[in-house]
């Protein structure tokens, strides 16, 4: 049987691919040995040399920390050519990869693409170490805050669970299903069950709720905000007796499994309760009129003490003044609260030096939800959090007052406006993902491309073979007129086979389009505007790579203007602007059946334009404003990030050009691309 020039190729590859694997792998172990960088350095040089089969005219060497690493050290006087690949570690260059040639030698995209990838390794693993080592500097004071941490949340733990078991008030965890996993003593008394605990219940299983449909209300207001308190209800102890009581709910976390721990207040005993409340009023009344005795003694020592007071005025006033002084240097705000939030002191001219915390601060028309300061003054500790009003993101920190009483008469509180922080870190995460995507992509399409190689290469031999066969099968008919092949009879079997053959040949081409446009698309590129790219050809790669998620909504034409010249830029960052906009395009229709437009033409000489149109819902004018703002979206609820349009703005602004938008609400939104020939 002949050989194939592509069989014979497609090997020679597949060989080259594993003695790089080979290479990098053998490299990669070799790495992973701590004790002699310098032998590991030198047996890395030996394995590039045997991987990247070098003649006795080439060598390599490693340089770091300006020491040279080698298993072949080559004249410097008969060094020809030389390739260099910088290691970099922590941002800074400490050394390089540098590939010696005594002779002119082809060096192919492949191998660089190796050294490349084994400078990075070389480059991790030195970082690694070197921060490995720093660390080791710190693990003593660590371990020993971690064990005296640990001792902390042991007394804490142990504390909890005393309060749980001894606590006057019943009290448990359950799980979402009804399962009772932890319960006290007073729960059992509540209900008539054995106050230890041998009675396995279920909420639901042993008919607890009178009203078997409070359960549904209780588990909807946990899930939509985490928490219930004084929940009016009715609970059937052992005997079916009913007993009222108020439950508070809140969702807590049991090693990994979201639990409800729960609090009930049995209201038969709200009449002792408020028996109780009169008499320490009564209590109450008896303090305050001896406050008041004791008030009175303090007005007569007071007065005594007002001479000295004054005295004391003048000093007071000038450490007011730079009290002051330092005070208003602070950037961010700064004010002091009283109980009722009332604003004391600010050092912010919009805040002001009165009025209520809540509307001077933050616009708001009553005191926040879960107010921190409110935590500051019944808890009597500080208070950091973060919150969002309005869309900004702030970071507050509040203190308590404390006089000389120890009670807090007041709260500092310290605000920051962190919102471009907390966009900065959105903006990481997602491109962490993007790159993420990227490598499953490629991937993917390598395993993809590997069998329908494989596939075209033996449907080419079978096209030739039935070409070959047929003369002999229409002898054979000739002379068997019956004769059927494949439990068909012969004139159907000669009019299909060569069409099904040559389905599986543009199935398998298909494929290998699709894959090629994959490949493309998650290819890492170093972000230079430096490539011809065709527009074109770009587009219909696109539409290919979106063309399964796009037609099922929307049917898609595509008018390209075939004489469009190349233009200067970046394939890969059109790329990704032009996929985006397809798939924008394709979720904005909501009706059965959509179409989408994609155009190209050049309306002059100095710029190309690609139009995509949808007949999909629009927008408003609002909307089309805000569409380019990072983080705007109209898709939170579908996972949008609102950082597609942003980036894809950016990109063309890269290649000096601009995204117009025409957009109509229940009509349709165009989307025109304008990008300069000659950037």
């Known amino acids: 049987m002949e050989s194939f020039p592509d069989a014979a190729k497609i090997t020679d590859v597949l060989n080259r691919r594993i003695r790089e694997l080979e290479c990098l792998y053998s490299i990669s172990a070799e790495l992973r040995i701590d004790d002699n960088p310098g032998e590991r350095f030198k047996t890395v040089t030996a394995h590039l040399i045997n991987g990247l089969r070098l003649s006795e005219t080439a060598s390599v060497s490693i340089w770091f920390d300006e020491i040279e690493y080698t298993t072949r050290p080559l004249p410097k006087e008969r060094v020809t050519e030389t390739l260099v690949f910088d290691i970099m570690v922590a941002g800074r260059k400490r050394g390089a990869i540098e590939i010696l040639f005594q002779e002119k030698t082809p060096f192919s995209d492949g191998a660089k693409?190796?050294?490349?990838?084994?400078?990075?390794?070389?480059?991790?693993?030195?970082?690694?170490?070197?921060?490995?080592?720093?660390?080791?500097?710190?693990?003593?004071?660590?371990?020993?805050?971690?064990?005296?941490?640990?001792?902390?949340?042991?007394?804490?733990?142990?504390?909890?669970?005393?309060?749980?078991?001894?606590?006057?008030?019943?009290?448990?965890?359950?799980?979402?299903?009804?399962?009772?996993?932890?319960?006290?003593?007073?729960?059992?008394?509540?209900?008539?069950?054995?106050?230890?605990?041998?009675?396995?219940?279920?909420f639901v299983r042993d008919r607890l709720y009178e009203d078997p449909g409070v359960r549904s209300i209780i588990y909807e207001k946990l899930k939509q905000d985490g928490f219930l308190e004084r929940f009016d209800l009715t609970l059937l102890d052992r005997n079916g007796t009913p007993i009222p009581v108020i439950g508070s709910y809140i969702i807590i976390d049991v090693d990994g499994e979201n639990c409800v721990e729960s609090v009930y207040k049995d209201i038969r005993i709200r009449k002792e309760l408020e028996r109780k409340l009169i008499e320490q009023n009564e209590n109450l009344e008896k303090n305050v009129l001896q406050r008041t005795l004791d008030l009175e003694n303090q007005k007569n020592l007071l007065v005594t003490k007002n001479q000295e007071l004054v005295s004391l005025t003048k000093k007071l006033r000038e450490s007011k003044t730079r009290l002051q002084l330092?005070?208003?240097?602070?950037?961010?705000?700064?004010?002091?609260?009283?109980?009722?939030?009332?604003?004391?002191?600010?050092?912010?001219?919009?805040?002001?030096?009165?009025?209520?915390?809540?509307?001077?601060?933050?616009?708001?028309?009553?005191?926040?939800?879960?107010?921190?300061?409110?935590?500051?003054?019944k808890e009597s500790s500080s208070v950091?959090?973060?919150?969002?009003?309005?869309?900004?993101?702030?970071?507050?920190?509040?203190?308590?007052?404390?006089?000389?009483?120890?009670?807090?008469?007041?709260?500092?509180?310290?605000?920051?406006?962190?919102?471009?922080?907390?966009?900065?870190?959105?903006?990481?995460?997602?491109?962490?993902?993007?790159?993420?995507?990227?490598?499953?992509?490629?991937?993917?399409?390598?395993?993809?491309?590997?069998?329908?190689?494989?596939?075209?290469?033996?449907?080419?031999?079978?096209?030739?073979?039935?070409?070959?066969?047929m003369p002999i099968l229409d002898r054979t008919y000739e002379a068997r007129p019956d004769l059927r092949i494949?439990?068909?009879?012969?004139?159907?079997?000669?009019?299909?086979?060569?069409?099904?053959?040559?389905?599986?040949?543009?199935?398998?081409?298909?494929?290998?389009?699709?894959?090629?446009?994959?490949?493309?698309?998650?290819?890492?590129?170093?972000?230079?505007?430096?490539?011809?790219?065709?527009?074109?050809?770009?587009?219909?790669?696109?539409?290919?790579?979106?063309?399964?998620?796009?037609?099922?909504?929307?049917?898609?034409?595509?008018?390209?203007?075939?004489?469009?010249?190349?233009?200067?830029?970046?394939?890969?960052?059109?790329?990704?602007?032009?996929?985006?906009?397809?798939?924008n395009a394709s979720q904005s229709i909501d009706k059965p059946r959509g179409s989408i437009v994609v155009s190209s033409y050049r309306p002059n000489n100095r710029e190309i334009v690609l139009k995509v149109s949808d007949n999909g819902k629009g927008m408003d004018e609002k909307t089309v404003k805000q569409i380019f703002d990072p983080f705007y979206t109209t898709k939170r609820n579908q996972g949008g990030t609102g950082l597609g349009l942003s980036i894809a703005y950016g990109i063309i602004k890269e290649h000096k050009g601009r995204i117009e938008v025409e957009s109509k609400a229940g009509v349709g939104t165009t989307f025109s691309i304008y990008v300069p020939i000659s950037p």
Do not use: W
Not at 184 to 200: A, I, K, M, T, W
Not at 419 to 445: F, P, R, Y
């Open 384 to 469: 950091s959090l973060e919150k969002i009003v309005d869309g900004e993101h702030y970071l507050l920190r509040a203190y308590p007052i404390i006089d000389a009483d120890c009670q807090v008469t007041g709260a500092l509180e310290i605000s920051r406006v962190i919102t471009k922080e907390k966009n900065m870190e959105q903006q990481l995460l997602q491109a962490d993902k993007l790159a993420s995507l990227g490598q499953l992509v490629s991937g993917i399409a390598h395993e993809i491309n590997n069998p329908n190689t494989f596939i075209r290469g033996n449907l080419t031999i079978v096209q030739e073979a039935l070409n070959d066969i």
């Open 326 to 377: 330092l005070f208003q240097t602070i950037t961010d705000t700064v004010v002091v609260i009283d109980p009722d939030f009332n604003i004391l002191m600010s050092n912010q001219k919009g805040v002001g030096k009165k009025g209520k915390c809540y509307k001077r601060i933050f616009n708001l028309d009553k005191p926040c939800e879960d107010c921190h300061i409110e935590k500051v003054f």
């Open 113 to 202: 693409r190796l050294v490349k990838e084994i400078s990075l390794k070389i480059s991790n693993t030195v970082e690694r170490r070197e921060l490995a080592a720093e660390l080791k500097q710190y693990a003593g004071s660590l371990e020993e805050l971690v064990s005296k941490k640990t001792q902390e949340l042991e007394k804490s733990k142990k504390r909890y669970e005393d309060f749980f078991k001894d606590a006057p008030t019943p009290m448990l965890i359950s799980r979402f299903n009804g399962d009772i996993m932890k319960a006290n003593r007073e729960f059992y008394r509540l209900l008539q069950y054995p106050e230890d605990g041998s009675v396995h219940l279920n």
């Open 486 to 583: 494949a439990r068909l009879n012969y004139e159907m079997f000669r009019q299909s086979i060569p069409v099904l053959v040559d389905d599986m040949v543009q199935g398998a081409n298909r494929i290998k389009g699709i894959v090629d446009g994959l490949r493309k698309f998650a290819k890492r590129d170093e972000g230079l505007l430096n490539e011809s790219v065709n527009v074109n050809a770009i587009t219909e790669a696109c539409l290919r790579l979106v063309d399964n998620q796009v037609r099922r909504t929307a049917d898609v034409k595509a008018e390209l203007d075939p004489d469009l010249p190349e233009i200067t830029g970046n394939a890969q960052k059109l790329q990704q602007v032009i996929v985006n906009v397809l798939i």
